[in-house]
């Protein structure tokens, strides 16, 4: 919304998406978008909305901003509309990758990105405007930082086979 005061945000924040600061309704309806997504066909499951109140809480939003995933009915959400109001600090951010990328990241949380849940960010990425090609390069990249992370994890022996 404009005029509405920007909040600092996270470490996390800053280094890994370049944003310093952003409106309360931007952390909001960021979340908001992703239920919408992740809820498409039914349910968001409990699994991806504890997943989004991590990030949300890594990311530097407040308490109020998550209680209120809790309570979002999803089922009537207006992507579009809702987008419009994600401002950060930085002007030529673009918040639809970056919801798509998280979007994937939220619907896998429960163990696979299966057809359906393809279909349904595939749909959220064409009215957002990320192409089909773009989507595919954000699958792929969270596929790499996945093996990287396994990577990691072996080498220094958290995981075992």
Same mark, same amino acid.
């Given at each position: ?9 996270? @470490? ?5 998406? /370049?944003?310093?600061?952003? &409106?309360? &309704? ?21 699994? *991806? ?10 990311? /530097? ?8 995933? +809790? ?9 579009? &509309? +809702?987008?419009? @109001? ?18 994937? *990241?939220?619907?896998?949380?429960? /163990? ?5 849940? *393809? ?21 792929? +990249? ?6 990287? /992370? ?9 995981? &075992?086979?």
């Amino acid at each position: 919304m404009q005029g509405e005061v920007m909040l600092a945000v996270s @470490d996390f924040s800053r280094s890994e998406y /370049g944003i310093a600061a952003a &409106t309360a &309704t931007a952390m909001l309806h960021y979340g908001f978008v992703l239920l919408a997504i992740a809820g498409e066909e039914g349910e968001v499951s409990p699994t *991806q909305r504890d997943w989004l109140i991590r990030h949300q809480r890594r990311f /530097g939003a407040p308490d109020d901003v998550l209680d209120a995933y +809790l309570d979002y009915d999803h089922r009537d959400a207006d992507l579009e &509309t +809702l987008v419009k @109001d994600i401002v950060t600090d930085v002007p030529t951010w673009s918040p639809a990758p970056h919801l798509i990328y998280h979007a994937i *990241q939220m619907c896998t949380v429960d /163990g696979s990105f299966d057809i359906p849940a *393809q279909r349904k960010v595939t749909r959220a990425a064409r009215r957002l405007g990320v192409t089909d090609d773009i989507v595919l390069t954000i699958r792929t +990249l969270i596929d790499m930082e996945s093996a990287v /992370g396994k990577m990691r994890r072996a080498l220094f022996g958290i995981d &075992t086979l």
